[in-house]
């Protein structure tokens, strides 16, 4: 048996595809490629999926700054910084992909700078301290996410051109579910070797791990076979916006996608406020990396699998979903001090902590699935930069809305989290259905 049908085979049992592949929305050519370029898209994304966790702006770098004695303002602007760099920039970069008719390279250069930002960050770890050691990685985060933003649109595009509608969910989630078995073999080996101690050696290795990891990543995202696209159509980044407008006031499908992707992200924005709201509660038993990598390998591997399929019969269905495991969740979490003091103990924070990160998940993965099964083949690149450029302007007004806490306080910001989503649940019950 060749490797070629071997690689078919593997295929067909994992996506439940029968003898006749049916391949809607890509061309025949593709489809015979479609077995390869959805195991080498598989490895290349469980890959950047572990580095990614590895230096997380959520995770892994709050923790780092505090071992290297950093204020605790940078630690602030590590999300807004990763989030508005990699979105923000977005609407005006699409239209120069359109002009190649191959488009993987725009996820594969950037994945290399990613790397490069990375290796760099780790020496900054191992030699630097205080405001300058948060100086420098802030910069370096700011090149990594101006890199994830280009990829961001590229990836779209090109899972769009290579695997076919019906199957793209199941990718996104085997590469969750194999990047959350890595995660969670990192996250043992950290807890074992860094619990109780600040090893600034160990840390260097945990991002120089991530710049690795960014290169095998991109290398394996290189040998995907992708058909050469349109380019017709190309446009300045003025008539880009023009033409991201236009499509903005006459599709009230978008407006409504883009509102309620914007309303979801209340469920990783609410995920900080729970480790304070832990700490608070439970003393310094929960500030350890070690156990929140553990968390996210865990929440991965457990729903990826069910959220994949659940994206790929009904995206918007998902949404409904997972705004509503949000909002009971975030409530729980938001009570958490008034529970009996047999519940307020560290295993029950970090159930409701694996939650909530497995409800990220789902509202990453139905966002990705609507969005790619939605947007015209053409347009895609468009409607992605739109997207991610609105929800970008989104992230940086949460981002002073964060700081609200500091008056109101941690539970009161929980709820309001919980507000958003109720309109976000709204929202998905108005979306058609793709």
């Not at 490797?3 to 593997?10: L, W």
């Not at 780092?64 to 923000?88: R, Y």
């Not at 996820?107 to 900054?124: C, S």
């Not at 370096?140 to 994830?148: D, G, P, R, T, V």
């Given at each position: ?32 490629e ?9 490895f ?19 923790w ?25 920039p ?30 760099a ?28 933003g ?5 990836f ?18 085997m ?6 078995i ?13 619990e ?40 300045s ?78 995206s ?15 409530s ?9 003091d ?32 939605f ?6 690149p ?53």
């Amino acid at each position: 048996m060749s490797e070629q049908t071997v690689v078919s085979k593997a295929y067909e049992l994992i996506t439940d595809e029968g003898e006749e592949r049916a391949c809607e929305a890509i061309s025949e050519r593709a489809c015979k490629e479609t077995p390869g370029n959805f195991f080498k898209n598989v490895f290349s994304g469980s890959l950047s999926k572990l580095a990614e966790q590895l230096v997380s702006p959520g995770t892994t770098l709050p923790w780092i700054l505090s071992a290297l004695g950093v204020p605790n303002l940078f630690t602030g602007a590590l999300v807004p910084i990763k989030d508005a760099g990699s979105l923000l920039p977005q609407l005006f970069v699409s239209a120069k992909i359109r002009a190649y008719a191959i488009r993987k390279w725009f996820w594969v250069v950037p994945a290399v700078i990613q790397a490069v930002a990375l290796f760099a960050m780790a020496f900054v770890v191992l030699a630097t301290e205080g405001n300058t050691a948060g100086i420098l990685i802030l910069g370096l985060l700011l090149i990594f996410s101006l890199a994830s933003g280009i990829a961001s649109i590229s990836f779209k595009d090109v899972i769009g051109k290579t695997v076919p509608k019906g199957k793209r969910g199941q990718l996104l989630a085997m590469r969750s579910t194999i990047g959350g078995i890595l995660t969670l073999f990192a996250g043992v080996f950290i807890l074992r070797d860094l619990e109780g101690e600040q090893d600034k050696e160990m840390l260097f290795w945990v991002v120089m791990s991530g710049a690795i990891l960014w290169l095998m990543s991109a290398f394996l995202f290189s040998l995907i076979a992708e058909e050469r696209g349109a380019t017709e159509g190309g446009r300045s980044p003025v008539n880009e916006i023009t033409n991201a407008w236009n499509f903005w006031k006459e599709d009230s499908n978008l407006r409504r996608f883009i509102f309620t992707r914007g309303l979801l992200m209340a469920i990783p924005l609410a995920q900080p406020f729970f480790v304070v709201l832990g700490k608070e509660e439970l003393g310094s038993e929960v500030n350890n990396l070690g156990i929140m990598v553990i968390a996210a390998g865990i929440a991965n591997i457990v729903s990826s699998p069910f959220w994949g399929r659940f994206a790929d019969q009904s995206s918007r269905k998902l949404m409904v979903w997972v705004s509503i495991l949000g909002m009971v969740n975030i409530s729980l979490m938001a009570l958490f001090p008034f529970w009996p003091d047999s519940l307020q103990n560290i295993y029950v924070f970090a159930a409701l902590f694996l939650i909530q990160v497995m409800a990220h998940g789902g509202a990453r993965l139905s966002r990705k699935t609507y969005l790619v099964d939605f947007a015209p083949e053409k347009e895609r690149p468009l409607f992605v930069s739109l997207s991610n450029t609105m929800i970008g302007v989104f992230t940086l007004v949460a981002a002073g809305l964060g700081s609200l806490s500091s008056f109101f306080g941690v539970q009161v910001m929980l709820f309001v989290f919980v507000g958003l989503l109720m309109i976000a649940l709204f929202l998905t019950f108005r979306l058609k259905e793709v």
